[in-house]
């Protein structure tokens, strides 16, 4: 889905929604923002006014506060939430085949992956890298994830670069943001300050041109874009948190054994929340069912954490991690540092929700801080 | 600790449901499993089963699923003898597993309670505290909850039968509110919640109704008490008397959390 992004289109919020309109006249499913309890989370978009118009989130470690002005018309205004496209592509529960029993034997059946065709409203970039980490995860090795890969090749891409940056993201640290440079068939810049409302929008595939096409917008004047851009960058600069992405690597290489770790412990709940919301954590268990009578088996995947007890369960010897310290220590290092070994990419992509969605507000950042800082003592 | 049940002798398994101290409501959760309870009933031979039926059946018993805390003299004698009757024995739910509400008494002076609440309190034999089965005879198998969840009542048995392990897990209720997508409420509202050191099997209910966990399901595997009632102290501004309250509940005497609610507030 990379390709080499062309000239520039302004549409007002009229075309937009002509946009959104003409992905479901074209048979997708639009995911989106939206605001549901009083919640910010990615749900069915039936068009672009179920959008989270006038909203905005301030995020610290731990708290997450979202709120509505009237004066904004921004649709885009919140930076992102606890849910990630994981969500759509990644099923948390999933049954991958059944068996029956028979009196000759056993017959196995794999369960069918009819993913819909799905556009992505809104994705930020940094969540751009996250799924192109998971592709590289699922798609990547020689055995890929059928159903990954289905819902996967189902999705449209529709990119919005960041104008504001939460108080957790750090993703300029990370090279994946705040502007989305590929993964993409569309990206967009939201501009909507001192009664102007705008987007800027590219196209990088074919798909994403012809879509643009139907909004009958014109081309976005070099004051448009240059607008946009200065955004962008203001959101660059006002990214206040920071990780030393070229030397996380080693330095975590190094401390297996610091006592930074123990002292985080203490802390750690253990809880699994930072694996459940990191948008590139992929994790699973295999569950293996039976109907009462045991004439009937199924076997389906379950989302998994390096967080649990069970996952470091081996045989006739109980967890090979059972200290807090351990299991924080294998989070940490397989996001910033095995994951380069692995995958030939960091795992952490910067989107700052492992931070915000901690109970007890946990700092990736702060840790890797502390880490150097402890090995300097 | 997987029964083998391809080797019972002929004939059905015999199931027993038995009582001590306890509201019923876990007995209940087996009756309004209606669809799978009919199954289950052609699968076994239901011995006994007092929410249900009048009809009883003595032991041994291959399965048998133990309701209530031990609270009163002779409760110290039965759960003895059901212990020796059964081939697996299964506690379910909070009372069972960890001694229940009731045991709040545990923290106080039981004759007290009873003199308050009896007009007759010379009939009433209470021991001086409430106590899981697992303190008096070792389970082979222990469902927490108040009430258990029936799903997970339904997979204990279903696994019994077909001499696996029940997929249950001692993770979070964090996780299973995760998979749920549900916000989560004490980091977007502020609410303290007690899903991070609670044993999932509840399918976070709670937290779906912008309730914080009430801790129903007991501790979690290495949960960190500590941490959270420090967190709400600290970030949410919990008072004592509330962070002592949310761990004496329905698990006030799991360990973890009689050790935590013992550093809140009154002694
Ligand atoms: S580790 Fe944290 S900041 Fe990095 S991608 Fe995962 S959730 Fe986002
Ligand atoms: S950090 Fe843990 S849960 Fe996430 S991918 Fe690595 S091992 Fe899996
Ligand atoms: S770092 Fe935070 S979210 Fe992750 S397991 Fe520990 S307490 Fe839970
Ligand atoms: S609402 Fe409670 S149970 Fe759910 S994720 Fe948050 S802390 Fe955990």
New binding site residues.
């Given amino acids: 889905m990379n390709g080499e992004s062309s000239g520039y289109s302004a549409l007002t919020p009229a075309q937009f929604g002509a946009l959104v309109a003409a992905l479901r006249q074209a048979g997708y499913a639009v995911a989106g923002p939206r605001v549901a309890d009083g919640e910010f989370v990615f749900g069915d978009v039936s068009s672009s006014a179920g959008l989270a118009a006038g909203y905005a989130d301030e995020q610290k470690p731990g708290r997450y506060l979202l709120s509505k002005s009237a004066k904004s018309a921004a649709l885009f205004g919140v930076v992102n939430g606890q849910h990630s496209w994981k969500k759509y592509l990644f099923s948390q529960q999933e049954t991958l085949w059944r068996a029956r029993g028979s009196s000759g034997g056993f017959s196995v059946e794999q369960e069918p992956c009819r993913p819909a065709k799905s556009a992505f409203l809104g994705v930020r970039p940094c969540d751009i890298a996250a799924i192109r980490v998971q592709d590289a995860v699922f798609t990547g090795g020689a055995c890929a994830d059928t159903y990954y890969k289905t819902r996967r090749e189902n999705a449209l891409i529709i990119a919005a670069n960041c104008t504001r940056a939460s108080g957790n993201c750090f993703c300029d640290s990370m090279g994946s943001g705040p502007r989305a440079r590929a993964g993409f068939d569309l990206a967009f810049t939201e501009v909507a300050e001192n009664g102007a409302h705008y987007f800027v929008f590219e196209a990088a595939t074919a798909a994403g041109k012809q879509l643009l096409s139907k909004c009958g917008a014109p081309a976005a004047s070099a004051a448009q874009t240059r607008k946009a851009d200065a955004l962008i960058e203001s959101a660059r600069a006002a990214m206040t948190k920071k990780l030393d992405a070229k030397n996380i690597k080693a330095l975590l290489y190094r401390n297996y054994e610091n006592p930074r770790w123990e002292q985080t412990a203490k802390?750690?709940?253990?809880?699994?929340?930072?694996?459940m919301v990191c948008p590139t954590c992929f994790c699973s268990t295999m569950e293996d069912q039976t109907s009462l009578d045991g004439a009937q088996a199924s076997r389906a995947r379950r989302a998994d954490s390096c967080?649990t007890l069970d996952f470091s369960w081996i045989h006739g010897g109980g967890s090979v991690r059972p200290a807090a310290s351990s299991r924080?220590r294998q989070?940490m290092t397989h996001k910033l540092a095995t994951w380069h070994d692995q995958f030939g990419t960091s795992g952490c992509v910067g989107c700052g929700r492992?931070i915000t969605?901690?109970?007890?507000g946990?700092d990736i950042t702060e840790e890797a801080a502390a880490i150097a800082e402890a090995e300097a003592d | 600790m997987v029964p083998e049940t391809r080797n019972l002798k002929k004939g059905k398994p015999k199931l027993a449901v038995c009582k001590l101290a306890s509201c019923d409501g876990c007995q209940l959760s087996l009756l309004d499993c209606e669809d799978e309870l009919l199954q289950i009933a052609e699968l076994v031979q239901i011995a006994s089963f007092p929410e249900a039926t009048r009809h009883f059946e003595k032991g041994p018993y291959d399965l048998t699923l133990v309701e209530g805390s031990v609270c009163r003299e002779h409760e110290l004698e039965m759960i003895k003898e059901i212990r020796a009757q059964s081939r697996f024995l299964v506690t379910i739910g909070a009372c069972a597993t960890a001694g229940g509400i009731q045991s709040l008494r545990n923290f106080a002076d039981a004759k007290e309670y009873v003199s308050f609440v009896y007009a007759k309190p010379q009939y009433i034999s209470a021991l001086a505290t409430s106590t899981p089965v697992s303190a008096h005879v070792a389970p082979d198998y222990e469902l927490w909850g108040c009430p258990v969840n029936k799903e997970q009542l339904v997979e204990v048995v279903n696994a019994f039968l077909n001499g696996r392990k029940p997929n249950i897990t001692a993770r979070s209720v964090c996780m299973e509110c995760k998979a749920k997508n549900t916000v989560c409420i004490q980091v977007s509202r502020g609410t303290p919640c007690m899903g991070?050191v609670t044993h999932s099997g509840c399918g976070a209910i709670c937290p779906a109704y912008a309730r914080g966990c009430y801790g129903c399901f007991g501790p979690k595997e290495t949960p960190n008490t500590a941490s959270l009632a420090d967190w709400w102290k600290r970030e949410l501004g919990a008072q004592e008397d509330f962070t002592q309250r949310s761990f004496r509940t329905y698990n006030a005497w799991a360990p973890e959390f009689r050790a935590e609610s013992e550093k809140h507030g009154k002694k």
């Fill in positions: 802390r750690c709940l253990a809880c699994a929340n930072c694996t967080f924080y989070w492992c969605w901690c109970p007890v946990i | 991070p």
